[in-house]
């Protein structure tokens, strides 16, 4: 199979590498990555590279996420979702019934914008270079730091009470690192009455949506493949080059930047595409040039 990029809607139960396993199979190579992963009880939208294309992860790793998801309130758990053990004692009855949808909508706006979060215990996190869900599951107790996100839509979209709980089905639309799990609970904690995920599903990446995407089982990998330049365009300024400009980044110089990247600010990646639409490299402006910072092979580019 050629390089490129498979746009998978990931099922429940599976984690991202077995995912990654399962198209390492049906491509038949092993040069397989993703960009960003999903818990095993969310499903949705995962970026697959195939074969060169995995040298574009990187530059996808980093664009903005967006979810439908489920909160429920009424308790905390070890992990934040569902897969956790509750955290006793669950909120009385009558006090998560009296939480108003108006007092919804006040706690997930002061969730909304740049915020400081707290990941989840269990979350993909490096502590002292291991995860922290790895010493969690070895019986450590794990303190993260708050880091900066940006939350750019928390929307309610539904309230639905049950017994003893409340489930809320909401948008979120947020910058890459943050933790859904991380706002249902802060949003437990803000109302008093905690709360936990029970439903995770991601429908957008940067300007890649779950729409696009196929399913996992019976995946035609080479149908359902975006050509290395398609989805670069997606994520990052694309740049036209001509054959000479081809052929000195193939040899590691730097060119003088097309007038359609006059404007290109320094440190700023591009997709430089060639003639035949083939995605060249990924270059900064370095001064007054245009540099390579990730080259994709000839043969694969296309």
Known sequence: MNSGILLVDKPQGMTSHDVVARVRRLAGTRKVGHAGTLDPMATGLLLIGVESSTRLLHHLVGLDKEYLATVRLGWGTTTDDAEGEPIDPAAPADAVAAVSREQVLERMSQLTGVIEQ?????????????????????????????????????????????????????????????????????????????????????????????????????????????????????????????????RDLRHGKRIDPPADAADLAAGVPAAAIGPGDVLVAIVERRGPQLKVVTGFPAEEGA
């Open 118 to 246: 707290v990941p989840s215990a269990v979350s993909a996190v490096k502590v002292d270079g291991k995860r922290a869900y790895q010493r969690v599951r070895e019986g450590e107790a794990v303190e993260l730091a708050a880091r900066t996100v940006t939350v750019s839509a928390f929307d309610l979209l539904d309230v639905r009470p049950g017994d003893g709980w409340l489930d809320l089905d909401v948008r979120v639309a947020c910058s890459s690192g943050t933790y859904v799990r991380a706002l249902a609970r802060d949003l437990g904690a803000a109302l008093g009455v905690g709360g936990h995920l029970t439903a995770l599903r991601r429908t957008r990446i940067g300007r890649f949506d779950v729409a696009e995407a196929g399913a996992l089982e019976g995946l035609d990998a080479a149908a359902a493949r975006l050509a290395p330049a398609d989805a670069a365009r997606r994520a990052l300024p694309a740049v036209a080059i001509d054959a000479d400009a081809v």
